[in-house]
């Protein structure tokens, strides 16, 4: 969902659709340090302690060191992405406290949409927010925490998808999902959290019998 925001908000600000597609395919790999990151931390549903918080920081450095494995420039863009979408247009965002048009374009770009699903979708931490108190966070953060730009034509997608939906949010959804549905490794993917789901989960299934 990440990617095909990212990519129509590239669209909707005049990127052509070669660099969009770029954009929108990088965005995908924006998380990819969190690899990185304790299963303990990502899953914590308290607040952070000073310590974890961190930890968690530290998935935009370990992003980039991740893509950098790969020769050559094929993921230039990505490893852009990975590093700098949790800095905001105030300049108090991480890890570089980079500020305004010093923040990559395409980093930008991918905070929006990224910022949007985290919002508006179930999270361990957090239930989904509303459309509307979602919306609401955009109008107040622009020009604070998201690049102008970038959250003009993310207010514009959206509210575009949602009219065309009829306002179903989980309509919209499959919208974004739908060009990647058919890729052999989102369908492989989707396969393995099947049979992932079968299995009971250890932490929460009750005892065993203990033996005699």
Not at 89 to 112: H, S
Not at 120 to 143: G, I, M, N, Q
Not at 201 to 209: E, L
Request: net charge neutral; proline share 5%; hydrophobic share 40%.
């Amino acid at each position: 969902r990440v990617g095909e925001l990212a990519r129509l908000v590239a669209r909707e600000m005049g990127l052509g659709s070669d660099e969009a597609t770029a954009i929108g395919l990088a965005a995908r790999l924006h998380d990819i340090g969190k690899l990185a990151i304790p299963t303990s931390v990502l899953g914590s549903k308290s607040v952070y302690t000073e310590d974890q918080r961190q930890q968690m920081q530290r998935h935009t450095v370990a992003g980039e060191r991740i893509l950098a494995m790969v020769p050559g420039d094929a993921f230039a863009i990505a490893r852009t992405v990975a590093r700098s979408h949790h800095e905001r247009w105030d300049g108090k965002g991480y890890p570089d406290q980079r500020k305004g048009e010093a923040i990559p374009l395409a980093a930008r770009i991918t905070k929006v949409a990224d910022v949007w699903d985290a919002l508006a979708h179930e999270r361990c931490y957090k239930p989904a927010w509303s459309v509307e108190d979602t919306l609401a966070y955009f109008d107040k953060k622009r020009a604070e925490e998201f690049c102008p730009t970038a959250c003009d034509a993310l207010l514009t997608v959206v509210k575009r998808g949602l009219r065309e939906t009829g306002g179903d949010l989980a309509a919209f959804d499959e919208v974004l999902a739908g060009p990647y549905a058919t890729l052999p490794a989102i369908v492989e993917r989707n396969r393995i959290d099947t049979t992932l789901r079968q299995i009971p989960n250890p932490w929460t299934a009750s005892s065993a019998t203990k033996p005699a």
